[in-house]
């Protein structure tokens, strides 16, 4: 069970880009085959139980209250669980995290727990007992059935007190943490803050690539190395999920939206925004009423 759910991708449309599980019936405990890729940044908390749990060269042995931040793309060579273990475990991606995290600053660390921690902390009582509450949380409104405006908006905040707890833990834990980037790490990040600040005006890798003063071909290659997708995608996304929370505000038409994003006409937004929903910006909008 715990294999197949750090290996399988999150898919943006079906689910937000973010998933919380509460493992209690864990029934296997023979070492699970590998090695396999983690398909997502993964956040795991130790409720109960015990885990052998190897990325690459490094093993980790996770009890209670034991925190564990696996970044996108590592490879798990070894995975072995007691049967009484308990978890909670988040696992999102970059999209959900670009387009959610209120700040810069929790962007930036959200960017550095993904691509740079991969060690466990263990907790004090009251820290684990605070994360713990926040995970619930976000449990609780992933499975709630009220009012979907209602729940989307607090899972987000949710979502951003969950990234301001690991950046507090991370700061109180491991103050001595190497924040130190690679420069595709580095490039990676800045691309993300670029895009966030230009994304309604700037559609075009070129612009970013310009900016950060490499090739279009070059961004595209340490972005897609450093997350699994293209700048080009990024920025496709980004477009998409903006214009979505534009459609979903009645007092912009879609000229007004196509004009706010700078497309050249409402024509032309209309077209893009098929291509990449297989809906006409009309259509979004009268299936969210």
Known sequence: ????????????????GIDVVYITDYRAKNIVPVPFPVSNFSVLLIKS?????????????????????????????????????QLYLVRT????????????????AFSF????????????ETDFKVLSLIYKLMYVLQNSNDKPEVITKLRRICFNLFIYELKFIHSKYKPDLNLDFSRRESIVIQFL????????????VQFYAGALFITPGHL????KESTGKTAKAFIIEA???????LLTDSSYSVANIADELEFSSAENFGVFFKRHTGMLPTEFRSNKK
């Not at 991606?93 to 930036?108: G, I, R, S, T, V």
């Not at 595209?220 to 972005?223: H, R, S, T």
């Open 1 to 16: 069970m715990i294999r197949e759910i750090l290996n399988t991708e999150i898919k943006s449309i079906e689910n937000d």
């Open 220 to 223: 595209n290659k340490m972005v």
């Open 93 to 108: 991606n970059f999209d959900f995290a670009f387009n959610n995290c209120y700040e810069k600053e929790l962007l930036d």
């Open 49 to 85: 139980g015990k885990m052998n749990i190897r990325f690459h060269d490094e093993t980790n042995i996770v009890n209670r209250k034991d925190l564990l931040v696996i970044p996108f793309n590592s490879i798990c060579t070894r995975l072995e669980a007691t049967e009484n273990i």
């Open 113 to 124: 727990l993904m691509l740079k921690s991969d060690r466990k902390i263990s907790l004090h």
């Open 239 to 245: 477009l998409i999920n903006v214009s979505k929370n």
């Open 193 to 204: 803050t670029l895009l966030s600040i230009h994304l309604r005006k700037q559609h075009h």
